[in-house]
C-alpha cells in the first residue's frame, strides 16, 4: 500500500477518483465546495435531485466530473456535522473504499481526513484511513486453486491536508497505519489459515521467519519434553489427543532501554479444538480452527511493532496445541499439575484454552521482568453471549491498566468492554479433588474462565481480552477480523508517549 498527503484545492487535483463529504441539511465539506464551485453547482444540484445522501455510510459515484480534474467523485454522508467523530469516520472511508474497490480505480485522494472530529484528530484519522485500505485489499487466496479473489486495485491514497502541519500528522498517522494493517494481515492470514496446514509446528515456523526478517527478533521455540521439563503438564494434557505435537513459542523484541521490562501478549494458540473427550457440536465446528485467534492476534502485533521498529521491549508467548479426541486424550475428571504447582480438576476438556494460558503465564514470570502480562484467547462462548460481536471481553487485576486498554480501544475503533472478576467467581471454581476445578458453571463462564487465570497471575499486572466474539465473522462473510491488533498496538504506542 502506498499514500501521499496533498494540500491542493480538491477541484484542481488530479486523481482517479475524488472522495468527498456532505453532511446532513446540504452541508458541503470543504473539498466538496471546491469541487461543487468549479462544477457549476454539481453536488449541491444532486443533492436536491436525492441521487446523492447525507445519511452516514451512504455513497454516490460521480461518474463524470466536467470543471474539476478528478476523473470520477464519490460522495459519501457523513451524518450530523455536530456528532461526526472517530467512529463515524472509520465507518464513512470504509464505506468509501467498499464502494469504489469495484470500479478499477487505481489511486483516489480521500479529503475526509481533512475534516474536524470531535474525537479523532488528524493522526488517528489518517491511521484509520490506512488501516481501511488494509482492510479492503485484503484477500485470501492461498488455498483456492480457481475462484482467487482479485486484489483492488486501489493501491494508492491520497489524504488531504489542510496545510503542510496537517500533512506532517497524516504522514505520521499514515504510516502507523499502515504498520497495524499488515499485522492485521498477518493475523487473519495465519487464522484463515486451515487447521490441516496451521499447527503449532506451524505457527512456530511463523515466527521463526520472523526472526529471519528482523534483527531485534528473538525466537526460542519449547518442544514437548522441554515442556515437560519445565513442569507444563497443564499446556501438554491439552494436546494428548492429537497427533501433532504441542508447541510454546517464546517471542522477544528488543528496541527500547534495557532498562525497561517488557510488555507481554500471550496468546491462545489451539490450532483446531474439537472439544476433545467433551466433543463439541458437528454444526459449524469447522469454525474453531479460528481458535487459535488469540496467537495470530499477539503475532500481528508483533509483526506490526518490527515492521514499524517501535522503539519498545514486547515479549510474546504462543501456548499453541491441538485438541482432539483419541485414547491419549485427557478425560473429564483428570488431575493434571500446572508449572505454578496448583493442581487442577479439569471437569470439561473443552475449556483448554485456560489450561494452555495458565502454564505460559507462569513460564512467562518465571522467564521475564513483566511490566504487564496481557493475554489475548478466543476463550468463551459465554462472552459471545455477553458482548456479541461488537466490543471483546476484558477483566484483570490491574484498574490502571484495564483503563489503558479500554482507552486504547475506543482510540483505535477496536472496543472492549470491563467484566468484573471478584472473588465469587473465584469460588465457582473450588474442586473437591485438586486446587481448582477447570469450570466453574454455566454461570458467568466468561468470568469464572478470567478468574481462574487470574489464579496464576497473582504476582503480575496482569489483563485478560476474551475476544471469542470479535476474532471472527461467520456466516456468509466467514473469515478472521484482525482484532484486537488495532487495540494492542494503540496501547503500545501509547506507552512510549
Given at each position: ?185 498477518v493475523t487473519r492470514d495465519l487464522a484463515n489459515m486451515p487447521p490441516n496446514i496451521c499447527t503449532p509446528s506451524y505457527l512456530a515456523d511463523t515466527a521463526m521467519e520472523m526472526a529471519r526478517k528482523h534483527k531485534a ?281
Amino acid at each position: 500500500m502506498e499514500f501521499f498527503t496533498t494540500t491542493a484545492d480538491a477541484a484542481k487535483r488530479t486523481t482517479d477518483c475524488a472522495i468527498v463529504g456532505v453532511y446532513e441539511r446540504k452541508q458541503l465539506t470543504e473539498a466538496a465546495a471546491q469541487i461543487d464551485a468549479a462544477t457549476g453547482g454539481l453536488i449541491a444540484g444532486l443533492m436536491d435531485q436525492g441521487d446523492i445522501s447525507s445519511k452516514l455510510g451512504a455513497v454516490s459515484l460521480v461518474p463524470r466530473v466536467d470543471g474539476a480534474r478528478c476523473k470520477r467523485l464519490l460522495v459519501v454522508g457523513l451524518g450530523k456535522k455536530s456528532t461526526f467523530g472517530r467512529r463515524e469516520f472509520a465507518r464513512a472511508q470504509s464505506a468509501a473504499l467498499t464502494h469504489i474497490r469495484s470500479q478499477h480505480v487505481v489511486d483516489a485522494v480521500s479529503y475526509l481526513t481533512r475534516e474536524d472530529t470531535r474525537d479523532c484528530d488528524a493522526y488517528y484519522r489518517a491511521r484509520l484511513a490506512l488501516q481501511a485500505l488494509g482492510e479492503h485489499r485484503y484477500r485470501f487466496n492461498d488455498t483456492k486453486s480457481k475462484d482467487r479473489r482479485p486484489v483492488p486495485k486501489l493501491r494508492k491514497l491520497g489524504l488531504g491536508a489542510n496545510d503542510s502541519a496537517m500533512a506532517k500528522t497524516l504522514t505520521r498517522g499514515a504510516e502507523h497505519g499502515t504498520g497495524i494493517a499488515a499485522g492485521m494481515a498477518v493475523t487473519r492470514d495465519l487464522a484463515n489459515m486451515p487447521p490441516n496446514i496451521c499447527t503449532p509446528s506451524y505457527l512456530a515456523d511463523t515466527a521463526m521467519e520472523m526472526a529471519r526478517k528482523h534483527k531485534a527478533v528473538n525466537v526460542q521455540v519449547l518442544d514437548e519434553p522441554d515442556m515437560a521439563e519445565r513442569g507444563m503438564h497443564s499446556l501438554l494434557s491439552v494436546g494428548n489427543g492429537s497427533e501433532q505435537p504441542s508447541r510454546l513459542i517464546h517471542i522477544d523484541y528488543r528496541a527500547g532501554k534495557k532498562s525497561d521490562a517488557p510488555v507481554v501478549l500471550v496468546g491462545k494458540g489451539i490450532t483446531f479444538d474439537s472439544g476433545g473427550i467433551s466433543l463439541k457440536p458437528g454444526p459449524m465446528m469447522d469454525e474453531m480452527k479460528f481458535d487459535m485467534g488469540g496467537a495470530a492476534a499477539v503475532l500481528g502485533v508483533m509483526a506490526a511493532v518490527a515492521a514499524l521498529k517501535l522503539p519498545i521491549n514486547l515479549s510474546v508467548i504462543v501456548p499453541s496445541a491441538e485438541n482432539m479426541p483419541s485414547g491419549r486424550a485427557t478425560r473429564p475428571g483428570d488431575v493434571v499439575t500446572s508449572m505454578s504447582g496448583r493442581t487442577i480438576e479439569i471437569l470439561n476438556t473443552d475449556a483448554e484454552g485456560r489450561l494452555i494460558l495458565c502454564d505460559a503465564m507462569t513460564y512467562a514470570q518465571a522467564e521475564l521482568d513483566c511490566a504487564a502480562i496481557i493475554d489475548v484467547a478466543t476463550l468463551t462462548g459465554a462472552c459471545v453471549i455477553a458482548l456479541g460481536h461488537h466490543r471483546s471481553g476484558l477483566m484483570g487485576n490491574d484498574q490502571t491498566l484495564i483503563d489503558s486498554l479500554m482507552a486504547a480501544g475506543e482510540r483505535a475503533v477496536d472496543r472492549a468492554w470491563q467484566l468484573p472478576i471478584d472473588q465469587e467467581y473465584v469460588d465457582q471454581l473450588k474442586s473437591n479433588f485438586a486446587d481448582c476445578a477447570n469450570i466453574g458453571g454455566r454461570d458467568g463462564g466468561a468470568i469464572t474462565a478470567g478468574a481462574f487465570l487470574g489464579q496464576f497471575t497473582e504476582k503480575a499486572t496482569w489483563a485478560h481480552l476474551d475476544i471469542a466474539g470479535t476474532a471472527w465473522l461467520g456466516g456468509a462473510k466467514k473469515g478472521a477480523t484482525g482484532r484486537p491488533v488495532p487495540l494492542l498496538v494503540d496501547y503500545l504506542l501509547d506507552r512510549m508517549d
